[in-house]
């Protein structure tokens, strides 16, 4: 959801428009299940759930 949000951005018609709909995807996303699981194993060192990866992550 994060690249869709960054993508759309060049499209998007002020500055204030690009970060509300940052702060709804932000708010979205609390609400998911991965989140959750990705919270609960952070304290532990738990490996992320399926689908989160360090591979999935843009390099610089």
Not at 32 to 56: K, L, W
Request: include cysteine.
């Amino acid at each position: 959801m994060t690249r869709e949000v960054m993508w759309s951005q060049p499209e998007i018609p002020s500055l204030q428009a690009g970060i509300d709909l940052e702060n709804r995807t932000q708010i979205t996303t609390t609400f998911t299940q991965d989140q959750r699981e990705a919270v609960a194993a952070f304290p532990s060192a738990v490996p992320p759930p399926s689908g989160m990866s360090d591979r999935s992550l843009p390099t610089c």
